[in-house]
């Protein structure tokens, strides 16, 4: 295979390398760790109905006051007066506390329904996430010392490659990650000779769904062409006929 040949191929393993790990790193949390913050910001918004919970307890007063002044569900605002004059401003609250007070366990579940009804592709566990993210950046950095390895010896033979925009400055720069600058002719011993590793099941998924919708985006621009052709071809026998 020649240089050219090769750094390409490796280019297109480096590109694949870096959309894992962004999707590594912003892919949706999984199911059940989506659930979790579900049932976490509904007990949280419970907790903060205090005003309500006191009111609650406001009813087991023997003050027949106590319990004609209280309102479970009182939302309060307020207006400010400059000058004068009223100066009515947003009204900005928050129903929820005290919904998920009355109503959580009702509220928790519908919302876990729909969490488990919901179809999309997970990325891996967070408690995943940093190792494989050290590992697909330690890979990458392989890849790309074989490429500037290929780009070092294509020069060497006077053929000029272009770098990637993208390039790593470190690589080009032969800096090795514990913090010394390597010795030029260092630059083929020090490229890794690893293969590159298998994407996770989780991107390949995330990579299918990505294909699919694609090809039904084009499905549909297809029909779409069709019909117009079918349109104007039909006008176009129309205006024949006349």
């Given at each position: 295979m020649s240089i050219e040949k090769s750094i390409q191929k490796l280019r297109e393993q480096i590109q694949q390398l870096k959309e894992e790990i962004e999707w590594v790193a912003e892919a949706p949390v999984t199911r059940e760790e989506w659930k979790e913050r579900v049932a976490s910001w509904v007990d949280g918004m419970a907790a903060?109905?205090?005003?309500?919970?006191?009111?609650?307890?406001?009813?087991?007063?023997?003050?027949?006051?106590?319990?004609?002044?209280?309102?479970?569900?009182?939302?309060?605002?307020?207006v400010a007066q400059v000058a004068g004059q009223?100066?009515?401003?947003d009204i900005d609250f928050s129903?929820?506390?005290?919904?998920?007070?009355?109503?959580?366990?009702?509220?928790?579940?519908?919302?876990?329904?729909?969490?488990?009804?919901?179809?999309?592709?997970?990325?891996?566990?967070?408690?995943?996430?940093?190792?494989?993210?050290?590992?697909?950046?330690?890979?990458?950095?392989?890849?790309?010392?074989?490429?500037?390895?290929?780009i070092c010896e294509a020069e060497a033979n006077h053929m000029p490659i272009y770098r990637r925009s993208d390039a790593d400055p470190a690589v080009v720069l032969n800096y090795d990650p514990k913090g010394t600058m390597n010795e030029p002719a260092s630059r083929k011993v020090y490229a890794s000779s690893a293969p590159l590793p298998e994407a996770s099941p989780e991107f390949v998924a995330h990579q299918a769904a990505q294909s699919m919708a694609a090809a039904q985006y084009d499905a549909i621009n297809a029909t779409a062409r069709m019909n117009q052709q079918v349109a104007a071809y039909a006008q176009a026998v129309k205006a024949t006929a006349k």
């Open positions: 903060k109905a205090e005003r309500t919970s006191s009111a609650l307890l406001s009813l087991r007063s023997a003050n027949p006051r106590t319990v004609r002044d209280a309102d479970l569900l009182a939302i309060q605002t307020s009223t100066t009515v401003r129903i929820a506390p005290h919904l998920t007070w009355l109503l959580g366990d009702a509220i928790k579940a519908s919302m876990l329904a729909k969490v488990e009804a919901m179809d999309y592709v997970p990325g891996l566990p967070l408690a995943e996430r940093p190792a494989r993210l050290a590992q697909l950046k330690q890979d990458l950095r392989a890849l790309e010392e074989k490429e500037e390895a290929l």
